[in-house]
């Protein structure tokens, strides 16, 4: 189908985590999404002025409203431009689109 083989590779491998995702078991994915809101909520702790932190705010609050606690993953996602206003513009719109989708 086509012709570079590393596209070949990337599709296959693609393929491989899609169906891989669709068979996990949705406690599963829970456990996780709670597993990567801890290890966010705990590096932004840790290292508040970190270059990486503005990206672990954006994912924290999505791993919130992943697991269904929108309420906090909304107001995660709402502090974030407060919080590091001088973040990566891809960030800071990351946040407001993802509170746009998720927050009413």
Known sequence: MFKSS???DELLALKS???R???TPAD???DAARS???AFAEQI???PDSIRSPDSMLKLGQALIAQGQTSG???TLGALKTKYPKAAPATLAAAAGAR?????
């Open 73 to 75: 993953g909304c107001t």
């Open 28 to 30: 599963v994915m829970f």
């Open 21 to 23: 995702l669709l068979k």
């Open 17 to 19: 985590e899609m169906s």
């Open 45 to 47: 702790k840790k290292y």
């Open 36 to 38: 990567k809101s801890e």
């Open 100 to 104: 746009k989708a998720a927050c009413r």
């Open 6 to 8: 590393e596209l070949g």
